[in-house]
């Protein structure tokens, strides 16, 4: 992939979540970012619809079940970030999650990119792959991938 021009330094810090225990050190990490350098912080989460579905095709749940749950954990994050005087916004999008991430932070500009990681050995990736790893590739700004306290 051919880089990209630099996004503008005054960006959002974007945070990719899965509003779970793997975000949580990213969370905090891209909050206190955020908050240093006077710049919102844009949380993105990918509502994976392939995950929803159980074998035979039948859902395990609808698209629009699994929204209203992240709609409630995005308002919580939302709230997290303001009480430490932060802007903060979030873009709940369906599809894979490393491709959310990344068209996510060249739209709205994003001055870096904060991660969470599950800490799968070599194994564990080669199976369920690595968001982290499909982001750093993919991305035109710098990526932090924040170990999980889990």
Known sequence: MAAAARP???GPILLGTDFGPVSAAAERAAISQA???G???LAVHAIDTRLL???GGRFLMRVDQARAAREQDAAALVERARALGVE???LIWDGD???CIVDAAQAEGAAQIVLGNHGRGRIGRAIAGSVSATVQERADCPVAVIRSDT
């Open 8 to 10: 503008p330094a005054g």
């Open 35 to 37: 908050r240093e350098a």
């Open 39 to 41: 710049v919102p912080l």
């Open 53 to 55: 579905r159980l074998p």
């Open 88 to 90: 903060a916004r979030v």
């Open 97 to 99: 999650p490393a491709s």
